[in-house]
């Protein structure tokens, strides 16, 4: 073999192992989480609770919350006899942060008769690929996590919005109000040229796109605006271009694996300004890779600090006595939250029913009526399946840790 | 000047590339063998620099620990490429070229996998599932040098100098000693050498042995570049120093360096004068454009063809 023809056959092995790395799948080493079986008022029927998160990977800090608290909430419903005659049980699936991974995920979960609800998923470029199957199924999905307005309301949810599954709910609030609460939160503290930068996923392009509206039309302007890779981690690239616009602040639409490395690097390339974040980088890992000049740097999330509520407080209290291995995280509250909001509407669908799969309709009907104090506010959906509660937080890094800065209710802000 | 600022970015992330660079040519010039787990061999140095921070300096960050680090790191990736050429590659020298270059892509899955699935597993160390911090250090981390309104990050200063030392020294070591000479024999003509009474097994091993210790400098200057390492880092950047390898000609050593230089300095302008997200796209293309109009590269490949 000649040494060209060598170099040829290399080349279209690097492409091929390029196109397998992008949809071959890791296996995953958690496989299904233990379940709360220690029902003791629990009956012999059993229904079961899907969960798909990202357990492995970048992600996995919370991935894992989501999956520990959905736990969480089924031990303590079995352990209370929540449904009377039915034993809860959860299956984590990891969907790798990977929407083909998490539709395989979605389609083991609906061929289980058991499952008659599903927590999930973390990513919104995830969700799109599960709603569907679960939708088909007729299983209720409720996310703790998916900030995409348009999977609620479709494509033009700012114009003409439209359900678009029945099946599908979320316990969080939606990017539309997190862009938005991000800009007036800069724009107050006198910050008016701002770079945002992005990873090209669904999240971040919706964060950029949301707060990049509200900017402009409050009297900010965008000096620049970039994209990063996701798979690089080195932005010097990036970094070099921003700087030379002179932003007052650097807005961030995409998750801590990213921005954490992006804010040390661009620091100490001297662009000494904050940088601002969705719920995607409220994580205490994002502080560990940002290092020591993460301080000042901003991070909105969802509701209300979770210490901040009395409820709250007792979720935290219940999540540290049961000795998980993994913190709850940034989603664990809106995973608890969910978890409940399915087994609040089992309790109705499942009283009469005969097995889980017939239930399924019920418990989709169900869950759309639920109305309950979670430990992140009320919990409760709109004729879109969205949460009706609007409250979000801005956090800020200091002394190495998330402190809240300011909590708003939007709803009432009026954006 | 923010092309200036580019140019100077673009250097110092092929000064990384060629530093990788320079391992694929090195064992392709004397076994004709694309070491596809040489990105690997890459990311295993930048862990063998944690792991050695991690086991004794802990919570310190003075500069004498980072020659202690490199130590750390180049042996690690030196252990684990002669034991791949020792168990994965030898026993496959007379075999069809196909079978050790698939070999080399298993190498390589196995190898991720093996980082992802156990470095967590030794007590004392962090998971490496996702995104680990790399230490900082001082003198070589923190707030850049301004020179006449350029950026120069302190990590960038420490990959150039790294690509500048280890090229004078592999220049001396081809071209002015024994073993060196005994290289260029072998990627000659590894028949005659061995007549001539060379060691050629001993040669390949030197060969593989060297490439990963230029490999383990570059992981240990990406962490600290980039301030993160994961299980991950080696595919990309192998991917991209193999590009810069066939660049500059496959075989050169010279050739490794320069494809390297020009692969960081292409992607770099093309993050300025395009979109960022376009950039692989940039330095992709040229591999492509460089294969059909001169596919020996920039410098030429040096290697005989065997009949």
Redesign the interface.
């Known amino acids: 073999m000649s040494q060209r023809s060598l170099i040829t056959v290399g080349v279209s092995v690097v492409a091929a192992s390029l196109a397998l790395s992008a949809c071959g799948s890791r296996d995953a080493d958690t496989g299904t989480g233990g379940g709360g079986g220690t029902g003791s008022a629990a009956g012999n029927k059993t229904a079961t609770i899907g969960v798909i998160a990202p357990l492995s990977g970048d992600l996995s800090a919370m991935g894992k919350g989501i999956q520990h608290s959905v736990e969480l909430a089924v031990k303590q419903a079995n352990d209370s006899g929540a449904i009377p005659g039915w034993t809860l049980k959860v299956d984590a699936k990891d969907d790798e942060a990977k929407p083909e991974t998490g539709k395989n995920a979605a389609t083991a979960l609906a061929g289980d008769n058991n499952v008659v609800g599903v927590v999930g998923t973390l990513n919104s470029s995830v969700a799109q690929n599960v709603q569907p199957v679960l939708a088909t199924a007729k299983i209720v999905q409720v996310s703790p996590a998916n900030t995409n307005p348009s999977l609620s309301r479709g494509k033009d949810y700012l114009t003409a919005p439209k359900r678009t599954y029945p099946t599908y709910f979320r316990t969080c609030t939606t990017d539309d109000v997190q862009g938005p609460f991000a800009a007036k939160y800069l724009l107050d503290q006198g910050i008016k040229q701002v770079a945002t930068i992005h990873d090209k996923k669904t999240y971040g392009q919706g964060l950029v796109d949301a707060f990049t509206t509200y900017f402009k039309a409050h009297g900010g302007t965008v000096v620049a605006a970039e994209t990063i890779n996701p798979d690089d981690s080195n932005y010097q690239n990036v970094i070099s271009k921003v700087k030379g616009s002179a932003p007052k602040a650097v807005y961030y639409g995409g998750e801590y694996p990213q921005m954490g490395p992006l804010s040390q690097q661009a620091k100490a390339a001297g662009l000494n300004v904050p940088f601002m974040g969705g719920d995607g980088v409220y994580d205490p890992k994002y502080i560990q890779l940002a290092g020591a000049t993460a301080t000042g740097d901003l991070a909105t999330s969802v509701g209300a600090p979770t210490d901040s509520l009395e409820k709250g407080k007792e979720f935290l209290a219940a999540y540290e006595k049961a000795g998980y291995a993994e913190p709850s995280s940034a989603y664990g509250a809106y995973a608890y939250d969910a978890a409940n909001a399915i087994i609040e509407g089992l309790k109705t669908s499942l009283k009469g029913a005969s097995d889980a799969q017939g239930a399924r309709q019920a418990t989709i009907d169900a869950v759309g009526k639920v109305n309950f104090q979670g430990v992140t506010g009320d919990v409760a959906f709109d004729q879109y399946g969205d949460s009706k509660t609007r409250v979000l937080t801005v956090y800020k890094v200091e002394g190495g840790k998330w402190v809240p800065a300011k909590t708003e209710d939007m709803a009432k802000a009026g954006s | 000047?923010?092309l200036l600022?580019?140019l100077v970015?673009g250097l110092?992330?092929g000064s990384l590339y060629a530093l990788i660079a320079v391992g694929y040519t090195v064992v392709y010039g004397i076994v004709?063998l694309?070491n596809?787990a040489h990105g690997e061999v890459f990311m295993i140095g930048a862990f063998g620099g944690l792991t050695t921070y991690l086991a004794l300096f802990q919570g310190t960050t003075a500069w004498w620990t980072l020659p202690i680090m490199l130590v750390g790191a180049v042996a690690a990736s030196v252990l684990t490429a002669v034991v791949m050429e020792r168990v994965a590659y030898r026993p496959l020298r007379s075999a069809?070229?196909?079978a050790p270059?698939?070999t080399a892509?298993g190498i390589s899955v196995f190898l991720q996998?093996l980082v992802?699935?156990f470095y967590g597993k030794i007590p004392g160390l962090p998971d490496a599932?996702?995104?680990l911090?790399f230490p900082?250090i001082d003198g070589v981390?923190?707030?850049?040098f301004?020179i006449g309104g350029l950026?120069f990050?302190?990590p960038?200063l420490f990959t150039m100098g790294s690509l500048a030392v280890c090229a004078a020294f592999l220049w001396w070591f081809i071209n002015r000693t024994k073993q060196g000479r005994a290289m260029q024999a072998v990627s000659q003509d590894p028949d005659t050498a061995r007549l001539m009474g060379i060691d050629v097994d001993r040669i390949i091993v030197t060969a593989f042995a060297l490439g990963a210790a230029l490999a383990a400098i570059a992981g240990v200057a990406?962490g600290l570049?980039?301030?993160?390492i994961?299980f991950?880092?080696g595919?990309?950047a192998g991917?991209k120093a193999?590009t810069a390898a066939?660049l500059g000609g496959?075989?050169n050593v010279a050739g490794a360096v320069v494809g390297g230089l020009t692969l960081g300095v292409v992607?770099?302008l093309a993050?300025?004068l395009g979109?960022?997200?376009w950039?692989?796209v940039w330095a992709f293309g040229l591999?492509i454009l460089v294969?059909v109009f001169r596919?020996q590269g920039i410098m030429g490949?040096r290697?005989v063809?065997r009949a």
């Open positions: 000047m923010d600022q580019q970015n110092t992330l004709q694309i596809f069809p070229r196909l270059l698939i892509i996998e992802r699935l599932k996702s995104r911090p900082r981390t923190g707030p850049a301004s950026d990050q302190r960038a990406q570049q980039n301030n993160n994961d991950r880092m595919f990309m991917l193999f066939v496959i075989g992607e770099a993050s300025q979109p960022t997200a950039k692989d591999l294969l596919p490949a290697v063809d």
